[in-house]
Nanobody, 131 residues
């Protein structure tokens, strides 16, 4: 059974940092691109970041670029999201997701942040940023 489990969320003040972790099991981890998504109440789920199987290719939403860093440790089946300079608008449930592809999208020009293209999802970890 495939399991994707996030951890590391919490309550922080604006300007603070958090590191989220995601451990995947039941799959060949380095066969999958991995992504982070988030969803705030009343809003659509949005892509935050994605990383290719080897970590050699990464993508970020414009809203987090320069503040967040995605990484992975294939030996540990673990995905990370380092979040710095957090803002209240970052408050959301953060989800880890696995895509049954080596890459985050079908081509260099294609959008990577398509939720339906990710096959396995974690339960989410809450990030709350106070002003």
């Amino acid at each position: 059974e495939v399991q994707v489990v996030e951890s590391g969320g919490g309550l922080v003040q604006a300007g603070g940092s958090l590191r989220l972790s995601c451990i995947a099991s039941g799959l060949i981890f380095d066969d999958y691109a991995m992504g982070w998504f988030r969803q705030a109440p009343g809003k659509e789920r949005e892509g935050v970041s994605c990383i290719s199987w080897s970590g050699g290719g990464t993508s970020y939403s414009d809203s987090v670029k320069g503040r967040f860093t995605i990484s992975r440790d294939n030996a540990k089946n673990t995905l990370y999201l380092q979040m710095n300079n957090l803002k209240p608008e970052d408050t959301a449930m953060y989800y880890c997701a696995a895509r049954s592809s080596l890459y985050c999208s079908a081509s260099w020009s294609a959008s990577w942040s398509v939720t339906t293209s990710f096959n396995y999802w974690g339960q989410g970890t809450q990030v709350t940023v106070s002003s």
